[in-house]
């Protein structure tokens, strides 16, 4: 349930009103727009009557939201949310690139990636130190000295650091080192990890899972934003279909839906989704074009001889190249990037 406060309410009022619905249990989200304050009550609901509430003079409206996810929902946040990561505003006018290889494997090839995409205008590092794959027997990541290797890459080139966790031993680790916090595919309703990454304040990349419903995912979200932590982005990077002449299949319909329904961020993996280099690029320029408000890019200096997913990964000089063509299409939409 939401309450909309007259523009003019004073904060005395809205406090008091507050004040209020927490001594009967509820817990309040408060978002402040240019227009209006609203007041989104958290908890059962059904026991409220709308009615009721409206004998304050202060209250607009009261409207009951149907949809399971409260935080994360739009009408509890009419105004788009932007995520700060160290400085890189995600979200709002700016469409926002994460680069980086697939997986760390030296730090020469690391840091000389990151200078690359730096160069040709990506404002994030996006690299994996631990990698979760479905055979046991491929390469796992370097684990915590790849977290190594990422921060002298920031330290080299001032870009912040995205990469993914895997379990909550490593929470603190990734609170002191990384600037994003990561949640994969598999992970997405690891709901202990999830709650478990919401009690810290670190923004959160949470992959899209590999069979998982908007719902679902935004669900997922609600978990960590119930703990108390809003800083959310979310990714689509393709779910799981009967086709397999790609990786997966690229849904870019969920970046309007989760815009319709959501005031989170999302941006959107190309390289996962497709899993083929060369779709990559114009998978990228799509996903701008629908209103991502980033992407996440594989970027390799030698694809071919990569120890992870070399196969999706560009060459930087053609991520450079598509960098070019984004801003084109970034302009033309009225975005930045």
Excluded at 2 to 14: D, F, G, Q, S, T
Excluded at 199 to 205: A, G, M, N, V
Excluded at 306 to 315: F, M, N, P, V, Y
Aim: charged share 25%; glycine share 8%; aromatic share 4%.
């Amino acid at each position: 349930m939401i309450i909309v406060l007259k523009p003019n309410a004073p904060a005395v009022e809205r406090d008091r009103i507050i004040t209020n619905l927490e001594k009967r249990g509820y817990k309040i989200d408060v978002s402040r727009g240019d227009q209006s304050t609203i007041l989104g009550i958290v908890g059962d609901t059904s026991v409220l009557n709308p009615h009721d509430l409206m004998v304050n003079d202060w209250i607009e409206k009261v409207m009951r939201v149907q949809e399971p996810f409260k935080r994360a929902n739009r009408a509890f946040h009419p105004e788009d949310s932007v995520v700060d990561v160290a400085g890189v505003p995600i979200g709002g006018r700016t469409i926002q690139v994460m680069a980086g290889p697939c997986s760390v494997e030296t730090k020469e090839q690391v840091t000389g990636i990151a200078k690359s995409v730096k160069m040709a205008g990506a404002h994030l590092l996006r690299g994996g130190a631990f990698k979760p794959r479905t055979s046991p027997y491929s390469f796992q990541g370097l684990g915590a000295p790849g977290l190594d290797l990422l921060k002298e890459a920031k330290a080299e080139t001032g870009l912040p650091i995205v990469t993914e966790i895997m379990s909550e031993d490593m929470i603190d680790r990734f609170v002191e080192d990384v600037d994003m916090i990561q949640v994969g595919a598999r992970n997405m309703q690891n709901f202990s990890l999830l709650k478990a990454l919401g009690r810290t304040r670190k923004p959160i990349l949470l992959k899209r899972g590999l069979a998982a419903t908007v719902q679902e995912w935004l669900m997922s979200a609600e978990y960590i934003m119930a703990e108390g932590n809003p800083n959310v982005v979310l990714c689509e990077r393709g779910i799981r279909t009967f086709e397999n002449y790609t990786r997966n299949t690229l849904d870019l319909s969920a970046v309007l839906a989760v815009k319709k329904l959501s005031h989170l961020p999302v941006i959107v993996d190309p390289s996962h989704a497709a899993g083929l280099w060369w779709m990559v690029p114009q998978l990228a320029k799509a996903a701008v074009a629908a209103g991502a408000d980033g992407l996440l890019i594989e970027v390799h200096n030698d694809p071919e001889a990569a120890l992870c997913d070399g196969a999706q990964s560009l060459k930087p000089e053609r991520f450079a190249e598509l960098m070019g063509e984004l801003k084109g299409i970034a302009r033309i939409i009225g975005r930045d990037l």
